[in-house]
């Protein structure tokens, strides 16, 4: 028989995997299997040694600590985790923003240093699908203020951790392929595979009885259940099924002599106009909806912080046991004469303790607010994942509290955006950073 080399195991660690003695066994590191000549060692310690020859045909970098299990169903063992964080391209632009995609990727792979195994950046074009290998790419600080991408040769991971940052970048041919056959790898778990569009997740979070009281009546956007609503609610908000960052968003009103006034948000710009009735609105918007899908949402009487709207965004994620935790909470105050609370759009935050503090004097219907909102975005996590064909690791909720006190959820999505600075805990920026590469060890079987 063939080798690639040898693996050398303790008596000790063999024993604690479940190890069958043979002569050869196969290895795996990521997506490459090989076959090693396997030789068990008298020694105490649990401990295991590769042959120059075994780590080169497996693409293990030698300074990199690689945990080990035996996958008795598959009959090979496991080295690894070998994480992959998929990005479009790999940013490299000398002015460093501490929100953009930049920080986000640099952030994470050094991460990832902390963690066992190898996690790197890859993109669609660094693959080489005959041997199963990607280039690699990992950040490396050179001074206070610069740092370069060193790159290398790994094999294709055990988990992707997908950092499409954007929808128009995960509509592209070349992205929706690559994602497609790496999901078609044996070994391979991939996670936070697309975003999500407002409509399905409606339809799919409105088959739970539970989730209804939370749910703001939604629908499709055409003019007869735009004038339904507008029979029915003060005001309604219009938005894109499938937009970002709150980009698009229309506000409507009745006034009382039947008219539509809106005003439109387009990042930190407004535009305010009025229409005569629901159809004339469907066609004064044409040219801004562009034949998108879009919905029409009940209006909730939102609670005022110092005069403003405001909603409460939690990351919400899967820690190193795939548990749901609630990784950062902060809520978004949206700009004067706003209703739109992105940070994007202007909008700022503020630390949601003060902000819950400011609304209710007594501590029980505060720790009553968060015990709620906490079951919510678990009932939302549990509900989505049951129903979507995708493994989810993190997700972004949004969370608005009308002035009953009652919590409505407004949104939710599938790539929240992160922040690398903060006025707040650095732990909390650092938790929502690791939690996602801790579940993706989880993911690889460790």
Excluded at 271 to 299: C, H, M, P, S
Excluded at 308 to 315: C, E, L, Q, T, V
Excluded at 379 to 385: D, S
Excluded at 398 to 408: E, M, T
Aim: contains cysteine.
């Amino acid at each position: 028989m063939q080798s690639n080399g040898k693996i050398t195991i303790s008596e000790s660690m063999a024993q604690n995997l479940g190890l069958p003695l043979k002569p050869y066994i196969e290895v795996r590191a990521g997506q490459i299997i090989v076959t090693a000549e396997l030789a068990i060692s008298p020694d105490n310690r649990k401990s295991y040694l590769l042959s120059p020859s075994l780590a080169q045909a497996l693409f293990i970098k030698r300074q990199k600590q690689m945990l080990i299990r035996y996958d008795s169903t598959a009959g090979h063992l496991h080295l690894g985790p070998t994480i992959g964080i998929l990005s479009t391209f790999l940013p490299n632009k000398e002015e460093f923003d501490p929100t953009g995609v930049q920080a986000d990727i640099i952030y994470l792979s050094n991460m990832g240093k902390l963690l066992p195994g190898q996690v790197y950046i890859f993109t669609p074009s660094s693959i080489n699908w005959s041997n199963k290998t990607t280039r690699g790419y990992v950040y490396r600080q050179v001074a206070a203020d610069r740092g370069v991408w060193v790159a290398d040769t790994y094999p294709l991971p055990d988990v992707v951790y997908d950092r499409v940052s954007s929808r128009i970048s995960e509509g592209k041919e070349s992205i929706k392929s690559t994602k497609t056959r790496l999901m078609k790898q044996s070994y391979l778990k991939y996670f936070n595979p697309h975003f999500l569009n407002k409509w399905k997740v409606h339809q799919i979070l409105s088959n739970n009885p539970r989730l209804h009281p939370y749910l703001p009546e939604t629908n499709l956007l055409n003019s007869e259940n735009l004038q339904n609503m507008l029979n029915k609610y003060p005001v309604l908000f219009v938005k894109p099924g499938n937009g970002s960052l709150g980009y698009g968003i229309i506000k409507l009103k009745k006034n009382e002599r039947g008219e539509i006034n809106y005003v439109v948000n387009r990042g930190r710009g407004r535009l305010r106009t009025q229409a005569e009735n629901a159809g004339e609105f469907i066609k004064k918007t044409q040219k801004i909806r562009k034949d998108k899908q879009y919905i029409v949402q009940q209006g909730i009487d939102l609670a005022l912080y110092r005069g403003s709207p405001f909603d409460i965004r939690i990351i919400y994620q899967k820690d190193g046991r795939g548990e749901w935790q609630i990784s950062k909470k902060f809520v978004r105050v949206a700009a004067p004469g706003s209703s739109v609370s992105n940070l994007s759009s202007g909008g700022r935050a503020e630390p949601s303790k003060k902000v819950l503090k400011y609304l209710y004097a007594r501590k029980e219907s505060i720790e009553e607010r968060n015990r709620e909102i906490k079951t919510l975005c678990h009932t939302v996590a549990l509900t989505l994942e049951k129903s979507s064909n995708g493994i989810f690791g993190e997700l972004g909720l949004d969370i608005g509290i009308d002035k009953k006190g009652h919590p409505w959820l407004i949104e939710v999505n599938s790539k929240p955006r992160k922040t690398t600075e903060s006025d707040y805990s650095r732990v909390i920026i650092r938790n929502s950073f690791k939690r996602p590469l801790e579940y993706s060890v989880y993911l690889a079987g460790f």
